[in-house]
């Protein structure tokens, strides 16, 4: 993956605006701050339609995945999967720190938010900040401890050095090449303070122990990323790139299996729907990668692969990575 060839934008990134920290509790100015409840989403470029699907229009951003109602319900059962999995929201050693009060907590890539606002009501001492690329975050129902910010962390945290106690990231193996991987780290560091910590979270895209039906989807898949340069094997050279970063120490890798399948139960039922739904999301896409005549002939090839799910009995493996700064 390191050596993909598309060509470079020619538009220079902007200077990232770094915000002073403020005095009432958040590392964001309320000036600069981005609510989702007062955006009109029909009234800007932000967007482009696909097929019915809204996605963003970010210039600088590899990120392929709608960002629509449809998608929030996918990320939304994802995290219940990643939760129920794992056990925990979070594997990094900061209950103690985030239970005492006054700390400030980076989400980056928050999506919808359902992890931040979950962390926030059990952490309502500390201080919870989500960013996006879209402001796609809650519009109501926001705990007091918890802001979202519209921003591209490819264009630089708009935030001071030093100002995190714990940076999470987690879902963004199909949006970066492996410089973006490489830019996006060395930003996340630069925001935590030292002694902060940062985790990063992703999983396998390809499952192990997979027949032959499953291999062709995800070819089309893989082939698919790809072609946009994007770096989904990041997770097997993380640990060498995070123990290469003079300002790290204490780098430690956690993994876990996730089966797919109804032959696993509800939670392998779920991780197929869920991945299924993404087969669906580029159906039009992916039928001239696959050969397929047409739709119907497309959901055909979905539904036996959900049925050859219980044969062959596949999984993935997910991959938590933890660092604390010097």
Known sequence: MGN???????????????????TIGSPIS?????????????????????????????ENSKYFLPCDDDEFDRLYIKHYICKHIWQRNYSAPVKERLSSGGAHVLDVGCGPGTWLIEMSNEFPKSHFTGIDISPVFPREGKPDNADFMEANILDGLPFEDNVF????????????????????????????????????????????????????????????????????????????????????????????????????????????????????????????????????EYDKLIEAWYEELNEYKPYNVGYRFLATKK
């Open 4 to 22: 993909c060839f598309c060509k470079p934008k020619s538009k220079r990134k902007p200077k990232p605006y770094r915000l002073p920290t403020s």
């Open 165 to 296: 106690d714990y940076v999470h990231m987690r879902f963004l193996i199909t949006s970066f090449s492996t410089n973006d991987w490489k830019a996006a780290i060395n930003e996340i560091i630069r925001v935590t303070k030292s002694g902060g910590i940062i985790e990063i979270v992703e999983e396998e895209l390809e499952p192990r122990n997979d027949g032959p039906i499953s291999r062709l989807l995800f070819s089309a898949l893989l082939m698919d990323l790809t072609s946009r340069c994007i770096d989904f094997t990041i997770y097997s050279r993380m640990l060498d790139l995070l123990n290469d970063i003079e300002s790290l120490t204490d780098v430690k890798k956690e993994e876990i299996m996730t089966p797919y399948g109804k032959w696993a139960g509800r939670i392998g039922s779920l991780l197929s729907d869920n991945t299924g739904l993404l087969f669906r999301t580029f159906k039009t896409r992916f039928l001239s990668t696959l050969g397929v005549e047409n739709e119907v």
């Open 30 to 58: 309320d000036t600069h701050l981005i609510i989702s409840d007062v955006l009109d989403y029909g009234s800007n470029d932000e967007y482009r339609f696909i097929d019915g699907r809204r996605f963003h229009n970010v």
